[in-house]
């Protein structure tokens, strides 16, 4: 797998809690259309720049993905110049999955359609509620009707693999109302569902509001409860959970996603993108402006690269994976020489025991009620990193 | 009313007696008429340090703006942050008398906190006078009356002085004290020096007391050497730097010395004086105080209290040493990371080197791994040496609960010693456990009686004795298990009497008690370093107290934690934690994997300091929960 992210920086109106790098302000949309061109020329391995990381790498492309920021901002025209110029430039497998993120307020019909036509195969619509309180406390600029509209016009269009998120955890939310999110939600029956407990990011209004005491986040105890139903509900309804916040069903998880949870490659473009070749991380600036004055100048706009240690890969590689559908143990002795299933004793069987993880022969996977403490699990096992010896290792 | 306490004839038959007596030696030669060695002694902070400060000014060993900080021979940063002295201080002044005599006076400013009184005593063996410093706000206190006792039987010469004098407060304290201090040490009121440390009051006189009162030291420089080792220091670059107080004979470089007691033999590198620094003289005649270096590596070569002798030449009249001094509270000590087991011996070898009084023998523990036992003085020598561990060396250390030395008779009759209460044999071979017990003195204003004996009987007490030392203060002794004070018991005592209550104790004998092995389970488990020595009547309470400390110590976790307090099969108490419900951030891509592998790998480091025992993973605070109970 090989993955390409394409970042647009552009929302109607920022969302309380979003932490993601975006503008109010559309106004240097066209200028960035046009910037972004160039650093898909700069990356490209085609191109004599000379600076992309993946330089002589004929893996074709596996997924592009645009993301945001709102992409559903840039005009039909303008993804169509974005698409024909990442096929000059780069080579994408026939069978790529071309995912777009979408808010369900700035979809019309015509432009679907568009997009559908300029080669996009998956959407995915931020929906978040369904229940008017909850959407507004989340600053959403839609409402629970434009939200299934936007599902009609999807299928309509052809899309035949959609993606709607849903937030629990939001202040105000209660069992009930989120019971009837999700009914709501699995009525417009999407391939594809993101469920996220509300994160209270650093920076973001949301959290300038939790600090001054306005806000009464929900409890451990029921933020469990809601994560228990959501596992549920859509266990029952037919979609795997693949991630923590993952679920889809059969065949329709998203490929450009397990990119970053199996540790494999991606190319990143856009302010504050981050890309993963081989062992280097790099991330461009999180500024419109100084993103666009480095590409202008001819140079990669990135704000800076970290290589990792056998040792960071070794950790991210297990801590992905363990939070996504599992760690393959034949594939992890591979790339790091450690036989993980002796690496995590005791506490591998405690787990086991418990109900936390399942070992299937081929791969330990968290069961629901262990993504529910992915994380405790995920600190506990990548200790183990420390003590092999690192000749052993070899990076992936 | 008779205002004497009662014990203190049984201690020492007379005070006079001693003072002209003690010194056997015929011999004080030209040199020797002008010494003068003498100590500070005092209960903690009456100012000893302070007052050792303006001598030090005014016979211009260190010159005011030398003096940039308060207490200059509390030279370790540790004593510097607590403002308290725990080794004993040696430093040598020039002084030049109204008289027009110029005299050299050898002064040792000593600890006053009751771990240290064995500072105290060396100290006092190489001196020929004592200042006895009594705060005029606080009076006489517990370690006025212990230190002045054991000055008293060394023979020493006692200047009392009156200090902080210029405390507004001291107005209507100050007759008061006066009386208890005459009343104590039997002197005349015209003997007491008024005086400040703070503000410089009194110095002057103390100077000439000094001069005029103590006895210069008696000895034979042409005699073969007597000099007595009263304290010896580490150096990393020179060996082990001895403090001695030669008697008779002389020390010079080159010599060949012979270690009484340890036989041993070196040459004589370096001989001086101490000054704020190091002075090397050359020789260091009777009468004297002083250091020598011989490339000595090993401290127990040159044991604190053995006789320092020529080794062509030997004395057939060794000095009597010091009592050995006995740890009397054990903890163990264990690396946060197994790995670092080495490491920590290694410091520990090089700590003892400079504090002999610690004691460390290798153990192991199921939840700990590896690690030492350790012996201390007292809680405060404890914590001190953790601390110094930690700063100086550089250790990671997770220290368990301490205790006292548990004698216990077999049913075999056989007698084993027992400083970890995990390695207390099983129950049906025990015939007796027997506990150390201390004779414990506390001085108090006598509106306290009742809140001291309520308090000491709590702790298993029986009160000794009671004396009146004036109308409106009382001196108590008890008979206490060592293991019960050793906790918070001072603690205890200063906040019931408002801070007034002062104590010291000495240990007396070991006495049967009715004691029980209480075990801590987690999740059913034995935690081997959790497990404590209890009173049986106690057990409960105790366990009870344990648990929901433990319950506050312990982190959630992915499981339900139970804790319990067992004796034998027997639950006393138990406290449940519970599992944590949800711990997972939701989102993970592109942009965050960087971030969440940091975070992920700040609290693995966090964790790493956790001890696991079966699931359970127990935070280092856990292993000393005892010491914060209430
Ligand atoms: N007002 C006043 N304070 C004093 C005087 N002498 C000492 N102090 C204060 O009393 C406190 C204790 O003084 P130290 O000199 O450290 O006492 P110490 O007897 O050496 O204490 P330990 O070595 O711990 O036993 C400090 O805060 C001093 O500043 C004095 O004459 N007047
Ligand atoms: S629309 Fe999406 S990217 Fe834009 S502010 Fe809201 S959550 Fe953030
Ligand atoms: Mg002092």
Redesign the interface.
Known sequence: MFGL?LHIPFCEKKCSYCD?YSLESTEHIDAFVNTLLTEIDLRSPVMPSGACPAEGRVEAHTSVFFGGGTPSLLSPEAMSRIITRLHERYTIAPDAEWTMECNPGTVTPERLAAYRTAGINRLSFGVQSFTASELTFLDRIHDADEAVAAMTMAREAGFDNVNMDLMFAVPGQTMETLSYNLSRMLQLAPDHISA????YEHGTPLFARLKKGLITPTS??I??AM?ALVITTLTDAGYEQYE??NFARPGKQCKH?LT??HGEN?I?LGP?????IDTT?Y?NHRSLTAWTTKVNAGELPEANR?TLTNE?LC??YL??TL?ADGTPIAEFEQRFGVDLRSALQP?LG??ID?G?VIDNGTTLRLTGEG??????????S??FVDRVPSSLRSSG | MDVIPSFRHSVIPSFRHFVTSSFPYSVTCGLMQHYRNFCIIAHIDHGKSTLADRLLERTGRVTAREMTMNQILDDNPLEQERGITIKLHAIQMDYLSPSGEKYKLNLIDTPGHVDFSYEVSRSLSACEGALLVVDATQGVEAQTISNLFMALEQGLEIIPVINKIDLPSAVTTIDNVKKQVMDLIGCKEEEMILASAKAGIGIDEILEAVVARIPPPKGDPKAPLRALIYDSIFDAYRGVVVNVRVFDGTLKEKDKILFMNTNQTYELDEVGVLYMQRQRTGILEAGNVGYFTAAIRRLQDSKVGDTVTLANNPTDRPIEGFREVKPMVFSGIYPAESDDFEDLREALGKLTLNDSAISFEPESSTALGFGFRCGFLGLLHMEIVQERLEREFNQVIITTVPNVRYKVITTKNEVMWVDNPAQLPNPTMINEIQEPYIRAQIIAPSEYVGTIMKLCMERRGTMLGQTYLSADRVDMTFNMPLGEVVFDFYDKLKSSTRGYASLDYEYSDYERGELVLMDILLNGEPVDALSSIVHRQKAHEWGKKLCVKLKELIPR???EVAIQASIGSKVVARESISA????????????D??R??KL??K??EG??RMKQVG?VEIPQEAFHAVLSLD
């Open positions: 992210y993601f996220y407990s509300l994160i451990e105890d933020d469990a994560y923590v916040s996603n970053y949870w991606y990143a504050s993108a981050h890309g993963f991380r991330w970290e960071e950790t991210e801590f992905l939070r506490d405690h787990w418990a936390f993504y529910r403490v992915c994380d405790e699990i995920t600190v506990k990548i200790q | 976790q992915m499981f944590i419900r949800k711990n997972v951030i939701a989102k993970c891509y592109g942009g994997i960087s969440k592998r992920l790998e609290q693995k964790k790493k699931r």
